[in-house]
């Protein structure tokens, strides 16, 4: 089982959410952070709770649309943490809107925030990862990168992209220490509806019955962790919501009959 002890873990979307309770279980095992995300405030808020189990923490504000700004934070994680062990994929946005009537701008922000952004990063690292002879990527997908959801039409997309990319990417590195991790969950409680994109750009602003419903995002972010720990390749992360992936798998008329039906 890997040892996350003084590796150095870098957490984008690390604010709130699944990234924010990451960076706790990552505090927890003595891990050295490095956390990002647009909101520097709660950025600091986070560190703060992450400093009190004793750990070393780089605070890095990145707004991961922004690519002179990312490669502004790589270079400052260089220059303070010298490598990056884990990179932790996180950063992203869902999707509350009809196809029709959302126009092509939001469904390419979709793929620059949720896919595009990833793999820049990705690249800027591995190479260093490769050559450190250890490294650990996590691509935080989704249970929408698996199968497509209504009113989620380019947050799937972005998803299924994540997803072959990682997957493809795994197969390449092989022969190499570098592993890949990719978690896929399903609906957890976190503010993730509320600050899902509209057809004109604005937060859908209402929180789902099933995300608050969904899986406590400290029991999530534990999955996570376990997994990592394990080398697990793929996981998926919910509760009964997850039983849409085997419906689909083995019951495909049923599932196309289910489907129409999520909101």
């Known amino acids: 089982m890997q040892q996350l002890k003084n590796k150095v873990v870098w957490i984008t979307g690390a604010s709130s959410g699944i990234g924010e309770a990451l960076a706790y279980a990552f505090a927890q095992e003595g891990s050295r952070l490095v956390l990002s995300a647009r909101n ?24 991961v649309m922004d690519l002179d700004a ?6 400052q994680v260089k220059e303070r943490m010298i490598r990056v062990d884990v990179l ?5 946005r869902s999707q ?30 591995l190479p260093d990862m490769l050559e450190h002879g250890e490294g650990h990527l996590v691509a935080i997908s989704s249970l929408s990168g698996k199968f497509g959801v209504p009113r989620r039409t380019a947050y799937c997309a972005s998803k299924h992209a994540l997803q ?11 022969a190499t220490p570098v592993k ?18 509209t057809e004109d750009g604005t937060e859908h602003g209402t929180m789902d019955k099933g995300q608050a419903e969904g899986m406590p995002v ?3 972010a534990s999955k996570i962790l376990t997994a990592i720990k394990k080398n697990k390749k793929d996981i998926l992360v919910g509760r009964k919501e997850l039983l849409m992936y085997y419906i689909r798998k083995w019951l495909p008329a049923l599932y196309y009959r289910l489907i129409p039906r999520i909101q």
């Open 96 to 125: 509350r809107s009809l196809a029709i009537e959302t126009p092509v701008s939001i469904d390419r922000t979709f793929m620059e925030l949720n896919f595009f952004s990833p793999v820049v990063l990705t690249k800027a690292l």
């Open 180 to 197: 890949v991790t990719i978690v896929s969950p399903g609906r957890i409680q976190t503010d993730i509806s509320l600050h899902a994109l």
């Open 40 to 63: 520097a405030g709660k950025l600091e808020l986070v560190a703060g709770k992450c400093r009190e189990a004793g750990v070393d923490v780089l605070v890095v504000p990145m707004d």
């Open 70 to 75: 990312m490669e502004d934070a790589v270079r």
């Open 164 to 174: 072959g990319f990682f997957e493809a990417l795994r197969a390449e590195l092989a």
């Open 218 to 220: 400290a029991l999530c």
């Open 88 to 92: 932790v994929l996180n950063a992203g």
